[in-house]
């Protein structure tokens, strides 16, 4: 089915491990966005993307990296993963055709202990 | 302040009800308007877009004030299947500029 994929779904990391959540879409969407949703803080903004090789921060950078190689593609990195980064997170793409609603992903719970 | 603030919640109704919910948003540039549903542990989707002239979608209609910066969401003959978190979401857009910004969401419990 067309959509935005992320995998894991599920992940527990260690303190100071890094690991890549991955994300793509397969509707060629221009626009990608990261998402984490914390209780009690809704959802806030990490990094987005306007198209293959343009990204920009969002509201909540830091720990994180992103690249945009391909039009599908939208990896998430967290360099050396601290307990404030347990959350789940979801990866969101929309068309630049019309402003429109994002199609979310069905996000990856991580814990890190 | 944050960008996108909503009613805090939340809001037990009993079916049959109708319920409103407000937000108002801070950045007056911002160009699109969205309620957003999501259920338990689910990722968010899209309800419905907000235009300015205000819509409709069978039981739900939004309506934005854009002088106030103000949007609402107004359910009617509120079903069980309505029972979810609501979320007012704003979208400032323009050359390498893209972003969707969440209100923290308003969590509707319908009861029988």
């Known amino acids: 089915n067309a959509g935005v994929t992320q995998t894991p779904k599920f992940q527990v990391l260690k303190t100071g491990q890094s690991m890549t959540l991955q994300c793509a879409q397969d509707m060629n969407h221009e626009y990608m966005s990261w998402y984490r949703q914390d209780p009690g803080m809704g959802l806030r903004l990490i990094h987005y993307s306007v198209g293959a090789g343009i990204t920009d921060q969002g509201e909540v950078p830091n720990g994180y990296n992103v690249s945009r190689s391909t039009t599908e593609d939208f990896p998430l990195r967290l360099l050396s993963a601290a307990p404030s980064q347990t959350s789940v997170y979801f990866c969101a793409s929309t068309s630049r055709a019309l402003p429109r609603g994002y199609t979310f992903g069905s996000g990856t719970r991580l814990t890190v202990v | 302040r944050k960008e996108v603030e909503q009613d805090p919640g939340p809001f037990n109704v009993p079916e049959g009800a109708t319920v409103a919910f407000n937000c108002t948003y801070s950045n007056s540039a911002s160009q699109s308007f969205f309620w957003y549903r999501q259920d338990c542990r689910k990722e968010p989707k899209l309800l419905m877009s907000v235009y300015s002239s205000g819509n409709e979608d069978g039981r739900f209609t939004a309506q934005l004030n854009r002088a106030s910066q103000y949007i609402s969401l107004l359910i009617r003959d509120s079903k069980l299947s309505d029972s979810a978190t609501y979320l007012c979401?704003?979208?400032?857009?323009?050359?390498?500029?893209?972003?969707?910004?969440f209100g923290t969401g308003t969590l509707l419990a319908v009861q029988p």
């Open positions: 979401v704003v979208n400032s857009y323009g050359g390498a500029t893209n972003k969707l910004i």
